[in-house]
């Protein structure tokens, strides 16, 4: 039974994980920290607060970033700055802290 358990739950922290990953690249994001992005602006980030994606903190288009504490954050996908503005301070904190460059 136990077995059973924590294959149940193994199981379900893979699909939650891959449907993450999936989520993102079926809007048709592909991550390249290292491609040029001529039309993109600077983040303070190096990696998606939501996913831990790397992105290029150089240049990520404006419609995937967000202003917060007064830093331009960037994110891997269209859907990643809606989850954004769905989160509290205290989450959007613990979240950035993650994937900030240093």
């Known amino acids: 039974m136990f077995l059973r358990m924590t ?3 193994f199981c379900t922290v893979l699909l939650v994980g891959l ?12 991550a390249s920290p290292g491609a040029e992005n001529t039309t993109g602006v600077p983040v303070a980030n190096g990696a998606c607060p939501i996913t831990g994606t790397p992105i290029d903190s150089a ?3 404006p419609e995937l970033t967000r202003m917060y504490q007064g830093q ?7 859907g990643c700055p809606e989850k954004w503005d769905r989160m509290d301070d205290q989450a959007r904190a613990r979240k950035l802290a993650q994937v900030m460059k240093h």
């Open 72 to 78: 331009r954050i960037g994110f891997c996908c269209k």
């Open 59 to 61: 240049a990520v288009p």
């Open 7 to 9: 294959q149940l739950g």
């Open 19 to 30: 449907s993450v990953s999936v989520g993102c690249r079926s809007q048709g994001h592909q």
